[in-house]
């Protein structure tokens, strides 16, 4: 069953994104220009798959999977 979406506080300091495993596993990371403070509304479809929407910033909606 779906579970009422939830507010969350994100402090983001750097991203990347990461391939193959990423640097310590014979991956590649390319640094991405994020950072700073924001809110957004996620809902947990499953225990590895979550949706989102940025709530104070342009609205961009998200799909994040949990790596086992």
Do not use: M
Not at 12 to 28: F, K, M, N, V
Not at 36 to 51: A, N, P, Q, T, W
Not at 52 to 57: A, F, R, Y
Request: glycine share 22%; with cysteine; proline share 4%.
């Amino acid at each position: 069953s779906f579970t009422s979406p939830k507010r969350f506080r994100a402090v983001i300091r750097h991203g990347g994104l990461c391939a193959g495993g990423g640097r310590g596993a014979g991956g590649w990371c390319a640094p991405l220009p994020i950072s700073g403070v924001g809110l957004f509304d996620g809902l947990y479809l499953d225990d590895r798959l979550r949706i989102g929407q940025n709530i104070n910033g342009g609205g961009a909606r998200i799909v994040q999977v949990r790596v086992k």
